[in-house]
Nanobody
Framework: QFQLAESGGDWVHPGGSVRLSCTVT????????IGWFRQAPGKEREGISC????????DYVDSLKDRFFISRDIAKNTVYLQMDRLEAEDTAVYYC????????????????????WGQGTQVTVSS
């Protein structure tokens, strides 16, 4: 059974940091690229970062590339999203999703292309 489980969501002050984890079961990170998405209240879900299944390609939405960093641990079947200098506008439910590509060097931040989703984890940035 394919599952993705996010964890690490928290309440933090502006300027703080959070590291999210996405642990997958039923498949391996060598088979699927992983994307991180977020959905703020009243807004559409947006893609923010992704990592290819061969681990050689990462992408970020331009507005976040200086503060967010994606990585993975193959042995733990886990993908991480390090988020620094958090702002109130980063408050959202964060999701990870898996996508399978014919080419292992691809990844996508397009929600419509994701095959499997996690349940999400809440990040709240507030003073």
């Amino acid at each position: 059974q394919f599952q993705l489980a996010e964890s690490g969501g928290d309440w933090v002050h502006p300027g703080g940091s959070v590291r999210l984890s996405c642990t997958v079961t039923g498949f391996t990170l060598d088979e699927y690229s992983i994307g991180w998405f977020r959905q703020a209240p009243g807004k559409e879900r947006e893609g923010i970062s992704c990592i290819s299944s061969n681990g050689e390609r990462t992408d970020y939405v331009d507005s976040l590339k200086d503060r967010f960093f994606i990585s993975r641990d193959i042995a733990k079947n886990t993908v991480y999203l390090q988020m620094d200098r958090l702002e109130a506008e980063d408050t959202a439910v964060y999701y990870c999703a898996a996508s399978r590509w014919a080419t292992r060097s691809l990844c996508s931040m397009a929600a419509r292309l994701a095959d499997y989703w996690g349940q999400g984890t809440q990040v709240t940035v507030s003073s």
